[in-house]
């Protein structure tokens, strides 16, 4: 089956970029949409479609893809923006919908 | 404003029969392009989807969980029913459901989510 993985953790100071890669096999040509969960919380969608942001996701927040690689940028990063991010794909051979392990992102 | 609430048990014994039900507003199950996911997340661990049930009344599955699982859909109520048949510890997680749609040729993305239910199976 289709795997995809994501670095456990990242860190930024805030005011930096944050980078979250979620890495599979031609993922470039699948759709990849990305969530943010905080402590307690129910996931939010913040980018759909690789680089679409959701409805009253800040521009700082931005998406982008590569042939093997999709990248969730997190520009003048914030302390509420201490999450952790999903990244989730679907398999059309399999018609599965699948999530990555996630990334922590810790602001410094 | 689109809002989901799941509902159901908190506790369920072993070899029993789960069943949830999301209630929704703010968009309608017969319009074109309207979904209903379930997804579930262990604690400490990534959300995993389990089953969508869509505005033309087809219905797919997680492949691992798919002879277990059954989705209806009460549309005069807003309602849908996830059935997880055979429960055992390792099904212990908090329970979603999330809106879902598309775009034309391109694959479904799930916002937003309820609240969420922890459903602890244990004997």
């Known amino acids: 089956s289709y795997v995809v993985t994501q670095p456990p953790s990242v860190s930024a100071a805030p005011g930096k970029t944050a980078r979250i890669t979620c890495e599979g096999n031609?993922?470039?040509?699948?759709?990849v949409h990305w969530y943010q969960q905080k402590p307690g919380q129910a996931p939010i969608l913040i980018i759909y479609?690789?680089?679409d942001r959701a409805s009253g996701i800040p521009e700082r927040f931005s998406g982008s893809i590569s042939e093997d690689t999709a990248t969730l940028t997190i520009s003048r990063v914030e302390a509420g923006d201490e999450a952790d991010y999903y990244c989730?794909?679907?398999?059309?051979?399999?018609?599965?919908?699948?999530f990555g392990p996630g990334s922590s992102l810790t602001v410094l | 404003q689109i809002t989901l609430k799941e509902s159901g048990p908190t506790i369920v014994k072993p070899t029993q029969t789960l069943t949830l039900t999301c209630t929704f507003s703010?968009?309608?199950?017969?319009?074109?392009?309207?979904?209903v996911g379930w997804l579930r997340q262990p604690p400490g661990k990534a959300p995993e989807w389990l089953a969508l049930?869509?505005?033309?009344?087809?219905?797919t599955y997680s492949p691992s969980l798919r002879t277990r699982l059954s989705v209806t859909n009460d549309t005069s109520n807003n309602q849908v029913v996830l059935t997880m048949t055979n429960v055992d510890p390792i099904d212990t997680a908090t329970y979603y459901c999330?809106?879902?749609?598309?775009?034309?040729?391109?694959?479904?993305?799930?916002?937003?989510w309820g609240q969420g239910t922890l459903v602890t199976v244990s004997s």
């Open positions: 703010g968009f309608s199950l017969h319009t074109t392009s309207m979904g």
């Open positions: 049930i869509f505005w033309n009344g087809d219905k």
């Open positions: 999330a809106h879902s749609s598309f775009r034309l040729g391109h694959s479904n993305w799930f916002g937003p």
């Open positions: 031609n993922i470039g040509g699948k759709s």
């Open positions: 479609y690789d680089t």
């Open positions: 989730q794909v679907w398999e059309s051979s399999t018609d599965h919908y699948i």
